[in-house]
Each structure stands twice: as C-alpha cells, then as structure tokens.
C-alpha cells in the first residue's frame, strides 16, 4: 500500500513540477502552503524535496557560490561511476536546481548559467537543457549530489546552519536580526556586472572631461556587457544593454559602423538605443521609459546633462530628484543604471555638480587625458572592489567612406593602448608561478595574433590549449582533478591581471599577457 502511495504521489509531484512557470523571485512562503505549482509542502516533505523557504534557497545559492559555471556542460552527472567529482558538471547542477521544482529554481540556474565566460551564454541552448530533465529516470540527479559535489569543492553547510535557522524562521521573529560572524559568511557574495566594479544592480557612473573619450568607452563597455565578454581583462556577466544617448545622436550610426568594422562582427541584438529626448526630473518620462525597458539590463545614461536640461547641478534638492528618479529606474528593472557624466571646471575635484551624486554611487569610472594626449580609466570608486587602478586605452579611427558631398566620414573605437612597457611582476604561489611560466612560454611561441581586443599584434593562445599546458605540468595533483584544477589556477591569475582573455566570434575563448 505505501509503495502504490509513493508511485502516486511521484507521478503527482513529477506532473505538477513539468508545468511551465516563470518567477523573478522566490515566493513568500508564510503567505500560504501551497505554491502557484499546486505543490504543497506536505507533498514537498513526502517526496524528498527541500520546501521553497528562504532559508534553503539562501542554502542552495551558498553552495552555488562554490560551483563554477566555466566547465563542459557534461551529460548530467555530478559523480563518476567510482564516485570520483566529475570535471564537466555544468549539466548536471542545473538538472540538480531542476528537480527542486521550485518556482524560482529556474531563475537561479539561469543566474549562475550566466556567469560563464569561456563562452557567450546561450538562452536557447540553457532552456533546452532545463526542458530536457527527467524526474522519471532510473537514477535521476538530486540536489543532494550537488550538495555533496559543492562540498568536495570546499563548500562547508555545517557553517551555515544557523544562517539558514535565522533566515527559516524570520516570519515568526522581528524584522531585525542579530548575526553572528559565521552568519555574516554565509551572505550571499555581491553579484557583479562588471567584476569589482560595477554591481549587477544599483546606480553607477562613468565621467570626464570633454575630448576624454568618455562616451566612446562607456559604448565600448556597453557592447562588451551585451556579450558577456572581458572587458580590459575584467569579468562582465551578459546581461541586455540599453545605451540611452542623448547627446551626438547624429553620429550614432557611425559609432555603430566603426565598432563593427573594428571588431570584425556585428554589434549584439541585445544592445539596443533610445535617441528620444528623456528628462529625469519629468515623472511621466520616467514612468514611461521603466515601460519599455527590458529586466536585469544595463542602462546607460548619456549625457546626465542632457538628460535633466532644466536642472541646477549644484543644487542638493534638484540633484536628490535626479538621484531618486534614476534610483528609480534601477530598482523597477532590477537591473543597472549608468550615468554618463562631465568634470567640473576644476577636474581635480572630480564629477561636476553637487557632492550627494558621489555619495549615491555604488561604483565609478574616471575618464583622463593628459596634455600628451595619453586616456586612461581607473576606479573612482568602487565598494568592494580595488579603487585608484588606472587602464591606458586609445581610440582607434576608422574610415567609413565618404558622404554626399565626397568628405570622408570617420568614428573611433576604444582599444586597449599597451605603448607603454612595465616592468614583469611575477606571481608569488608555487602552482601559480609554474603556471604563468608554461602559458607564457605558449604565449610566447604562438603564432595567433589580434584576437579580440588584445591588439594586433598581441599573441594569443586558446584557452583549452593553456589549461593543457598547465595540467601537465600538475604531477602531484590526481589525473582526474587536472583540469578542473587547472582551470582554476589560471582563472585566479586572470583575476591578478596577468592574462587577459576573451571569446571570439566563434565562440572560441582566447588567452592573452595583461
């Protein structure tokens, strides 16, 4: 009789967990038992599965944050025949959240899809796989594989455990909670759009003087995000871009063209433009403007100027509206807004305007130029990240034909201006010496060149060639593990600047000297 309750109870839970939902967020469980799947929690604890609480969503994005997304997509599982961890498990881990049937599993392994950056996320190909788990399989994957996989990678749930008491039974507490350090650890990490600069939510902003180049960067940027791609060797996570410029809107086609023409590939379907008059400090313009825009975007604002005309910079009032409106359009979306901005008539005392928009910022990009000509970024500001480094690039002219009246038409593209020789710095841990040592001597001795926006005449190698040449040479680490450990040895001295990497046309992911 129990063996005829638990068939059927399968095939209600397997039918109800295959419809199809989508969710932005996980549901507020103490409003109800039962969930828009028809899934109640008495069902849930009958069938295995972990409920759809705070506390074990807060769970699994914790062990997730010990699982990376830049591996082979494998065909499922998580643990060979030998119960040895498997070295492509990208699959696997999303069956893994697939299985949960929870409503906002699908956004979580989506997430976490999306941080992959050997090669462009593909929605298509992640909703196919999503689509393609079987609860029904003689040994189908559970969360509590990646659990195990998650531990073995360093993940310790123990250490959690009260976190996720806390977060469990925060309807039944005051809204305010005491936590502990060990508790203050197991927060989730702050996602990032650009890594260690600009956060995946929130208000940011890129500004410098006019002729700083300033607007042909943030485009460049822009078009990077849209990819998914690196960006001066930082780490972007795709996402779609809305460039909403309000200033030289008559050359924005032959930005476009010379992007294009520069980068050999036509500019991403997700980055899209708004070249209509937009005024911040207008409600109806804003509210209309959050209509149109996609979640989750990246939206830039260019100029901040143009975009609130009839407003007094200087002014805490005026500048708190278009704080507040622009905060506005961020949190409506979920996603980033970045405004494009000018230097004061001082440029020592950085953006022009009163000091409150400084302050609201959660990230912050200095354009220069000297009186060489030389431009440079670095990080204003940045929360979590590295504040002060500066990136030399230059703008590279391109010839786009000539117009009616036979002049030629020309527009610019950022590239990264390597001109300038420093000395070699060299890592100083054991593995990630040897490491550096065996990709650059590849690096040295390949004969790619100019791939993506390493420079014409930078050498590049593949990565899957440099994890090779660096698993070889990991003798005391088991064969198994070589890769996998690889991967990550070079993905720590990406995250140093000592390479710098992106992924071509093709898909194919290239490796480069910083």
Same mark, same amino acid.
């Given at each position: 009789?129990?063996?005829?309750?638990?068939?059927?109870?399968?095939? $209600?839970?397997?039918?109800?967990?295959?419809?199809?939902?989508?969710?932005?967020?996980?549901?507020?469980?103490?409003?109800?038992?039962?969930?828009?799947?028809?899934?109640?929690?008495?069902?849930?604890?009958?069938?295995?599965?972990?409920?759809?609480?705070?506390?074990?969503?807060? $769970?699994?994005?914790?062990?997730?944050?010990?699982?990376?997304?830049?591996?082979?997509?494998?065909?499922?599982?998580?643990?060979?025949?030998?119960?040895?961890?498997?070295?492509?498990?990208?699959?696997?881990?999303?069956?893994?959240?697939?299985?949960?049937?929870?409503?906002?599993?699908?956004?979580?392994?989506?997430?976490?899809?999306?941080?992959?950056?050997?090669?462009?996320?593909?929605?298509?190909?992640?909703?196919?796989?999503?689509?393609?788990?079987?609860?029904? %399989?003689?040994?189908?994957?559970?969360?509590?594989?990646?659990?195990?996989?998650?531990?073995?990678?360093?993940?310790?749930?123990?250490?959690?455990?009260?976190?996720?008491?806390?977060?469990?039974?925060?309807?039944?507490?005051?809204?305010?909670?005491?936590?502990?350090?060990?508790?203050?650890?197991?927060?989730?990490?702050?996602?990032? #759009?650009?890594?260690?600069?600009?956060?995946?939510?929130?208000?940011?902003?890129?500004?410098?003087?006019?002729?700083?180049?300033?607007?042909?960067?943030?485009?460049?940027?822009?078009?990077?995000?849209?990819?998914?791609?690196?960006?001066?060797?930082?780490?972007?996570?795709?996402? =779609?871009?809305?460039?909403?410029?309000?200033?030289?809107?008559?050359?924005?086609? %032959?930005?476009?063209?010379?992007?294009?023409?520069?980068?050999?590939?036509?500019?991403?379907?997700?980055?899209?433009?708004?070249?209509?008059?937009?005024?911040?400090?207008?409600?109806?313009?804003?509210?209309?403007?959050?209509?149109?825009?996609?979640?989750?975007?990246?939206?830039?604002?260019?100029?901040?100027?143009?975009?609130?005309?009839?407003?007094? =910079?200087?002014?805490?009032?005026?500048?708190?509206?278009?704080?507040?409106?622009?905060?506005?359009?961020?949190?409506?979306?979920?996603?980033?807004?970045?405004?494009? %901005?000018?230097?004061?008539?001082?440029?020592?005392?950085?953006? #022009?305007? %009163?000091?409150?928009?400084?302050?609201?910022?959660?990230?912050?990009?200095?354009?220069?130029?000297?009186?060489?000509?030389?431009?440079?970024?670095?990080?204003?500001?940045?929360?979590?990240?590295?504040?002060?480094?500066?990136?030399?690039?230059?703008?590279?002219?391109?010839?786009?034909?000539? /117009?009616?009246?036979? =002049?030629?038409?020309?527009?610019?593209?950022?590239?990264? /201006?390597?001109?300038?020789?420093?000395?070699?710095?060299?890592? $100083?841990?054991?593995?990630?010496?040897?490491?550096?040592?065996?990709?650059?001597?590849?690096?040295?001795?390949?004969?790619?060149?100019?791939?993506?926006?390493?420079?014409?005449?930078?050498?590049?190698?593949?990565?899957? /060639?440099?994890? /090779?040449?660096?698993?070889?040479?990991?003798?005391?680490?088991?064969?198994?593990?070589?890769?996998?450990?690889?991967?990550?040895?070079?993905?720590?001295?990406?995250?140093?600047?000592?390479?710098?990497?992106?992924?071509?046309?093709?898909? =194919?992911?290239?490796?480069?000297?910083?």
């Amino acid at each position: 009789m129990s063996e005829m309750l638990s068939l059927e109870l399968l095939k $209600k839970v397997t039918e109800e967990l295959n419809a199809p939902t989508e969710c932005d967020q996980a549901p507020n469980v103490l409003s109800g038992p039962r969930d828009r799947t028809g899934v109640d929690d008495l069902t849930r604890t009958l069938a295995g599965l972990p409920p759809e609480t705070p506390g074990e969503i807060a $769970k699994l994005k914790s062990a997730l944050g010990h699982l990376s997304a830049n591996v082979g997509r494998g065909n499922g599982r998580l643990f060979d025949s030998a119960g040895n961890p498997v070295e492509d498990y990208w699959l696997g881990v999303v069956w893994a959240i697939r299985s949960l049937g929870w409503l906002c599993g699908e956004a979580i392994a989506r997430k976490w899809s999306q941080t992959i950056t050997r090669k462009a996320y593909c929605e298509e190909g992640f909703r196919k796989a999503w689509d393609a788990y079987d609860p029904l %399989h003689s040994k189908p994957v559970t969360v509590r594989s990646l659990y195990k996989l998650a531990s073995a990678l360093g993940w310790q749930e123990t250490q959690c455990l009260n976190a996720l008491s806390n977060l469990a039974s925060a309807g039944n507490q005051s809204k305010y909670q005491l936590l502990s350090a060990i508790e203050i650890a197991q927060l989730p990490a702050i996602s990032w #759009r650009l890594k260690g600069i600009f956060p995946e939510t929130g208000l940011c902003a890129i500004f410098g003087p006019s002729g700083s180049g300033k607007s042909f960067l943030a485009f460049d940027l822009g078009a990077t995000i849209a990819q998914g791609e690196e960006w001066f060797g930082v780490k972007t996570s795709v996402t =779609e871009v809305v460039y909403i410029l309000l200033e030289g809107e008559a050359g924005l086609k %032959h930005r476009v063209e010379a992007w294009e023409k520069g980068r050999s590939k036509p500019l991403p379907t997700n980055f899209r433009f708004v070249i209509q008059p937009m005024h911040l400090m207008t409600p109806e313009d804003v509210e209309e403007l959050i209509n149109v825009l996609p979640k989750q975007a990246v939206i830039f604002v260019d100029t901040l100027n143009r975009a609130a005309p009839t407003a007094d =910079e200087n002014s805490s009032r005026d500048m708190g509206q278009i704080l507040e409106a622009a905060s506005r359009i961020a949190r409506s979306t979920k996603g980033l807004v970045i405004l494009v %901005h000018h230097t004061g008539k001082d440029q020592g005392r950085g953006m #022009r305007g %009163h000091s409150s928009l400084f302050a609201a910022l959660d990230g912050c990009i200095e354009v220069s130029r000297d009186a060489a000509g030389n431009r440079s970024w670095s990080v204003a500001k940045s929360k979590d990240g590295e504040d002060g480094k500066a990136t030399r690039f230059k703008l590279v002219s391109h010839d786009l034909g000539k /117009d009616a009246d036979g =002049e030629e038409i020309r527009s610019c593209t950022v590239e990264r /201006d390597i001109s300038q020789t420093f000395a070699p710095r060299m890592p $100083k841990g054991k593995n990630q010496l040897s490491a550096f040592k065996a990709v650059k001597l590849l690096i040295d001795n390949s004969p790619d060149h100019g791939k993506c926006q390493s420079g014409p005449s930078t050498r590049c190698v593949r990565v899957d /060639d440099a994890i /090779d040449a660096v698993a070889n040479i990991l003798l005391t680490t088991e064969a198994n593990k070589r890769r996998h450990t690889a991967k990550k040895v070079i993905d720590n001295l990406k995250d140093q600047a000592y390479f710098s990497g992106g992924i071509d046309s093709s898909g =194919e992911a290239w490796l480069w000297l910083a």
